[in-house]
């Protein structure tokens, strides 16, 4: 059984760019869960999607956008990047109906 | 709004001694909660759920709806306890689940 995996690990953007962020669920996980963890701060919710679509969002702005595949892998956007955003970016996926969270490693990034 | 909250971001013990690590929310239905754990270099992984009232490597948590808590307690601390713990709580609405994290406390056991 493969686990959630992220990619990139690392990386490094200036202000104003945008950013594109990948996970692919455990198998037979159909839904997946963004959420975002600043330094000394628990996991935030951003936004989870199921069949492809949003059915969830935290407080985030619309330059956070999301999409989810047919094979449940998933993408996270950002755009307009502001030195906030510096963060560990954790994805998880979970089977329909449960609250249990396979998360992966997290992509770091760092904005500068 | 819902909101988890674990006073203490650092809690060391000494190996063998009991462990308690306190987590209070406000939630304003019913709540379901978690404990999820972090070891160095590993991912989060769920560590133990108030629904299953079982033990996890010696962990337990009660959910106590009168004091809003949901402390996460052993009685004999071990040194690969050691790890960084959050408490969490979950909203269902509209078919989403999301979970609510603490900031987390950071277990360190002493030999």
């Known amino acids: 059984e493969t686990g959630v995996t992220q990619s990139p690990t690392h990386l490094i953007k200036t202000r104003g760019q945008q950013v594109t962020l990948r996970c692919s669920s455990q198998?037979?996980?159909?839904?997946v869960s963004w959420y975002q963890q600043a330094l000394g701060q628990g996991p935030q919710f951003i936004f989870q999607?199921?069949?492809?679509?949003?059915?969830g969002r935290g407080n985030f702005p619309p330059r956070f956008s999301g999409l989810q595949f047919p094979n449940y892998s998933s993408e996270l956007n950002v755009n307009a990047l502001e030195l906030d955003d510096s963060a560990l970016y954790l994805c998880?996926?979970?089977?329909?109906?449960?609250?249990?969270?396979?998360f992966g490693e997290g992509s770091r990034l760092t904005v500068l | 709004a819902q909101r988890v909250t674990q006073p203490e971001k650092l809690l060391s013990v000494f190996k063998g001694a009991p462990v308690e690590l306190k987590c209070n929310y406000s939630?304003?239905?019913?709540?379901?909660l978690f404990w999820y754990v972090q070891y160095s270099r590993q991912r989060l992984q769920l560590l133990l759920r108030?629904?299953s009232r079982e033990s996890i490597k010696g962990f337990t948590a009660d959910l106590n709806k009168g004091e809003t808590s949901f402390h996460l307690k052993k009685p004999f601390a071990q040194e690969e306890d050691s790890a960084m713990y959050y408490c969490?709580?979950?909203?269902?609405?509209?078919?989403?689940?999301?979970?609510?994290f603490g900031k987390g406390t950071k277990l360190s056991v002493i030999p």
């Open positions: 969490a709580l979950i909203y269902s609405g509209a078919g989403s689940y999301q979970l609510t």
């Open positions: 108030h629904i």
């Open positions: 939630y304003s239905g019913s709540p379901e």
């Open positions: 998880a996926s979970t089977p329909r109906g449960t609250g249990e969270l396979f």
């Open positions: 198998s037979g996980h159909n839904t």
């Open positions: 999607y199921y069949r492809e679509e949003e059915n």
